[in-house]
């Protein structure tokens, strides 16, 4: 084996482990979450993130062939690679997935203080279309530097979780706010924010 084999199986090793550690903090993050109400998989590819299912698929597919083809280190090699894969596919997974607390609207699950509050929230508006339904919620962000500025976040809701979706809304914001349907006025107007 030479030196630059040796550095690069190192330096492959040095990445599985902070990866694995990512993966790792992630799903304590996630665990840690308390009084969750509601989840679901928000990924481009079906609802898994896109990036870390192709490489986790490429990663399936060249341990096969180096198992098939070849032996040593470059099995070993395939493996770390499959560990760094499936590692950033728990950790995206995780990440990309959309939470709703009883606090509430979790953007980061990663960064708690990107929690957007209830008590935060100004105004929402409701759009359908087709198999889901996108809420936009105006909230103001606790920011030191802009204390007044105003911010979007959009919820793409799956029909199956819309009507739970709508009970809680109706139940945390009902009583201060009413939803705008998406014809009572341009909502093209809010991509200001």
């Known amino acids: 084996m030479s030196l630059l084999d040796i550095f690069f199986g190192v330096l492959l090793l040095v990445v599985t482990l902070v990866l694995s550690g990512l993966a790792i903090a992630t799903c304590i993050q996630v665990f840690r979450l308390r009084n969750k109400r509601m989840c679901w998989r928000a990924g481009t590819l079906a609802g898994f993130p896109l990036f870390a299912t192709i490489f986790l698929l490429v990663s ?110 109706s139940h945390k914001l009902g009583h201060r706010l009413k939803c705008f349907e998406e014809d009572a006025f341009d909502i093209s107007e809010l991509n200001d924010f």
């Open 60 to 169: 399936m597919v060249l341990l096969g062939v180096m198992c098939k083809f070849s032996g040593g280190w470059k099995i070993t090699a395939s493996v770390l690679y499959l560990l760094i894969s499936f590692s950033w596919f728990i950790a995206s997974y995780f990440s990309s997935k959309r939470y709703i607390t009883d606090h509430g609207i979790v953007k980061n699950v990663n960064d708690p203080s990107q929690t957007v509050a209830w008590h935060q929230i100004y105004d929402f508006f409701e759009r359908s279309s087709g198999n889901h339904c996108s809420y936009i919620f105006i909230y103001q962000k606790n920011n030191h530097r802009h204390p007044k500025k105003m911010v979007r976040i959009q919820l793409k809701i799956p029909d199956k979780k819309n009507d739970e979706f709508k009970n809680l809304i």
